[in-house]
């Protein structure tokens, strides 16, 4: 078929989203396909219709150029050209607009999606490499035939619906929420499960802003990192029964989005909170009140099930951390049973040490059992939905220091960690919009893989909210004599009405002891001997 490229005027690299698809469609309407746009790199008359040369001298440096915009680069933007200098959108168009029926098919897609996005323009060494055989293998092995059927013909067409639909939903630019500063999103679920469905096909570019990083938004994992494996990677070993566990977390909620259509409806906030100025903790003069602790064990008490607190995230600095990758703990398993707040990855910039993210209304849709390489999907979860469609959650991201990375685990008794550590807990904790749940569910923060100690830990939590006024349900999982002395230390603080500049001072004491006791019996001791000073 021959183009009649004049008919339809230029395009050029400043034109409009409204306006590429305008001329696309016009395209298709003459019975254009996909194979003819290809031959365009060929096309004699290319800089007649507008479009990008494809001489790598003339190629603009697609990533180098958006990154400086304080926007989220999106996959539809006309500037996201392939390496043939063709519109990568035309891409996902053509092949999400086809209808899909097997893991193949599937595959293939994919696997095209990625070598003419951004995977192959990084690595074009390794684009005859990149593979998906991982969704592959997991939708023909961890899903029974009605399930394949179920989804290959209701949720798969549902996802390439939502993902097709991301520029009608994104008519303006979604800002991101940047470094030292406090700012707020409100999306709608359909706009986040948009988000989710490109990242399901892998077509959204990494992101940047002058010297901001994000984590990288794909299935395919963080590919700037080649040892760490993807959700559709096999070329790792790792792959196993836990990222078949994440996909079932996903593909459950397209699952109940495609068949309840009114949870479409709902809107989700993402604020990332800066506080650059924390109290002074030595000398803040809140005292500790009655009723403002609760402390439960027992494995079956987590904290994600506790209806109407807020959830602290344990969070990974760069938000969702190995959410795509094999890492399935604490933080990952909370946002894949919730996965409305997964595409906050994308316009979240890495936190600093005095911010937080905190995200409220989104709705649950997954229950689960084990940890880490023993994590399952377990079935449905009841809408969080109180009937009105209002939905009360919240959740509080906020990371620890990784002390595995100090010369000593001592050394997070220094006055310069426990003030990071409030700090980063002020941040998350304080209710300065008064929309804040009263009660603040949280466990062992940054006390497992971050090699945090559990009881200084606990009790910067109870210092912080303290000052915040906000009441915190802990949970101790197993740990009871964690519990006990944590219940013995609260009813003496109330009991004589100690302040937080007391509790705070003593935790500083406590590296200088030569007693050979833990820190939650110190404080006990330390609490007897200055009685009388508090009284």
Same mark, same amino acid.
């Given at each position: ?88 959108? +035309? ?39 990149? +593979? +998906? ?58 706009? $986040?499960?948009?988000?989710? !469905? ?60 495609? %068949? ?8 989700? +906030? ?112 009841? %809408? ?15 990371? !620890? ?62 210092? !912080? ?20 002395? $944590? ?49």
């Amino acid at each position: 078929m021959q183009w009649n490229v004049k008919s339809y005027g230029p395009i050029s690299p400043k034109s409009t989203v409204t306006q590429f698809f305008f001329w696309w469609h016009k395209m298709e309407s003459q019975g254009f396909v996909l194979e003819d746009l290809l031959k365009v790199h060929d096309n004699p008359n290319l800089k007649t219709i507008g479009l990008w040369d494809a001489e790598k001298e003339e190629v603009e440096d697609l990533f180098s150029f958006t990154r400086n915009e304080p926007t989220v680069f999106m996959p539809f933007d006309p500037r996201f050209v392939t390496t043939e200098g063709q519109p990568f959108w +035309s891409f996902v168009y053509y092949f999400l607009s086809t209808k899909l029926t097997t893991a193949s098919e599937l595959r293939q897609v994919v696997n095209l999606l990625r070598q003419k996005g951004y995977e192959g323009q990084s690595r074009p060494s390794r684009c005859d490499a990149i +593979s +998906s055989d991982a969704l592959e293998t997991f939708i023909e092995q961890y899903l029974s035939e009605d399930e394949r059927i179920h989804f290959f013909y209701h949720t798969l067409p549902f996802i390439q619906a939502l993902a097709l639909s991301l520029p009608d939903l994104f008519p303006s630019p979604l800002h991101f929420l940047t470094q030292n500063s406090t700012n707020k999103h409100t999306l709608s679920t359909k706009q $986040l499960a948009s988000l989710l !469905a490109n990242a399901f096909f892998c077509t959204i570019p990494p992101q940047k802003f002058g010297e901001e990083r994000f984590p990288y938004f794909n299935f395919s994992g963080q590919t700037s990192s080649i040892h760490l494996a993807g959700l559709y990677d096999t070329t790792f070993a790792e792959w196993g029964d836990e990222q078949a566990a994440k996909l079932k977390c996903i593909l459950h909620y397209f699952s109940e989005l495609a %068949s309840s259509p009114s949870r479409l409806e709902n809107t989700v +906030s993402f604020c990332r909170k800066s506080f650059p100025l924390s109290p002074d903790w030595e000398k803040n003069e809140t005292r500790f009140v009655p009723g403002t602790l609760k402390v439960v064990g027992g494995f079956e008490n987590k904290l994600e099930d506790m209806k109407n607190h807020a959830h602290v995230d344990f969070a990974n600095c760069s938000f969702g951390g190995g959410v795509f990758r094999r890492s399935a703990i604490q933080e990952q398993i909370l946002i894949l049973i919730s996965p409305e707040v997964i595409p906050g990855m994308l316009f979240t910039s890495v936190l600093l040490d005095h911010e937080s993210l905190v995200i409220r209304g989104y709705d649950r849709f997954s229950d689960y059992s084990g940890y880490s390489g023993s994590f399952r999907w377990t079935g449905n979860h009841a %809408s969080l939905s109180d009937g009105t469609g209002k939905i009360k959650s919240e959740m509080v991201v906020i990371d !620890a220091i990784d002390f595995r990375l100090l010369s000593s685990s001592d050394m997070q008794f220094e006055k310069q960690y426990v003030y990071r550590e409030l700090g980063k807990l002020y941040a998350g904790f304080v209710n300065d919009d008064s929309e804040g749940l009263e009660w603040i569910a949280t466990g062992n923060w940054g006390a497992g893989a971050f090699a945090g100690n559990v009881q200084l830990k606990a009790m910067l939590q109870l210092v !912080a909210a303290t000052v915040c006024h906000r009441s915190l349900l802990y949970c101790c999982f197993e740990q009871k004599s964690l519990k006990e002395k $944590l219940e013995k230390v609260y009813e003496r603080l109330t009991a004589d009405a100690f302040r937080v500049d007391d509790v705070v001072k003593i935790i500083l004491e406590y590296p200088e002891t030569q007693e050979s006791t833990d820190l939650l019996d110190f404080i006990l001791l330390r609490l007897s001997q200055v009685k009388r000073v508090c009284e």
